[in-house]
T-cell receptor
Framework: AQKVTQAQTEISVVEKEDVTLDCVYE???????LFWYKQPPSGELVFLIR??????QNEISGRYSWNFQKSTSSFNFTITASQVVDSAVYFC????????????FGTGTRLQVTL | NAGVTQTPKFRILKIGQSMTLQCTQD?????MYWYRQDPGMGLKLIYY???????DKGEVPNGYNVSRSTTEDFPLRLELAAPSQTSVYFC?????????????FGNGTRLTVT
């Protein structure tokens, strides 16, 4: 069975602080995919990044960066110099090869960025 | 581009009533999904479809039915609403099979069953 754990239920930071959202996953598959989605207060889910199990390179996109470590089964997400617009619920998700994108989602981390 | 469109945005049902949540996408995606999001929980897959005429159960299908008569539309039907079905429902689509194709989500339907 697959499992995604986001132990941080809620994080509050002041604008311009850096913040890291943790994601730990469990799977028996050798090929799998990890995702981060953002759910702003408006409610929609927005795709942020996908990473496959064979690519452990870290990725940076503007103020966002992702650290994938197979040795610890973690796929952490860091926001540098946070902004109020980053306030949202962030979901980590895990998928395996198969006939459809049947993702297993974590319970989400609510990030509150204040002035 | 409209993307994935869900209607209605909000609905209140009485126990035992039925309703259909509508979902349509204009991206010509073959793969479509219904997820539910309970408070403080991640999303759970209800049903999915890999193409017109083909549907299959996800993790939590009980109490729901789906159909896929066209590529664009993937309605979700609740036959006998129960309080346990109070949730936010998301429809999603993807270009291809496998989890390497990111999901495009609709804005959700917030359903309350009282």
């Amino acid at each position: 069975a697959q499992k995604v754990t986001q132990a941080q239920t809620e994080i509050s930071v002041v604008e311009k602080e850096d913040v890291t959202l943790d994601c730990v996953y469990e799977t028996r598959d050798t090929t799998y995919y990890l995702f981060w989605y953002k759910q702003p207060p408006s409610g929609e889910l927005v795709f942020l990044i996908r990473r496959n199990s064979f690519d452990e390179q870290n990725e940076i996109s503007g103020r966002y960066s992702w650290n994938f470590q197979k040795s610890t089964s973690s796929f952490n997400f860091t926001i540098t110099a946070s902004q109020v617009v980053d306030s949202a619920v962030y979901f980590c998700a895990l998928g395996s090869t198969g006939t459809a994108s049947k993702l297993t989602f974590g319970t989400g981390t609510r990030l509150q960025v204040t002035l | 581009n409209a993307g994935v469109t869900q209607t209605p945005k909000f609905r209140i049902l009485k126990i035992g009533q039925s309703m259909t949540l509508q979902c349509t996408q204009d991206m010509n995606h073959n793969y479509m999904y219904w997820y539910r999001q309970d408070p403080g929980m991640g999303l759970k897959l209800i049903y999915y479809s890999v193409g017109a005429g083909i549907t299959d159960k996800g993790e939590v299908p009980n109490g729901y039915n789906v159909s896929r008569s066209t590529t664009e539309d993937f309605p979700l039907r609740l036959e006998l609403a129960a309080p346990s079905q109070t949730s936010v429902y998301f429809c999603a689509s993807s270009y291809s099979s496998g989890p390497y194709s990111p999901l495009h989500f609709g804005n959700g339907t917030r359903l309350t069953v009282t």
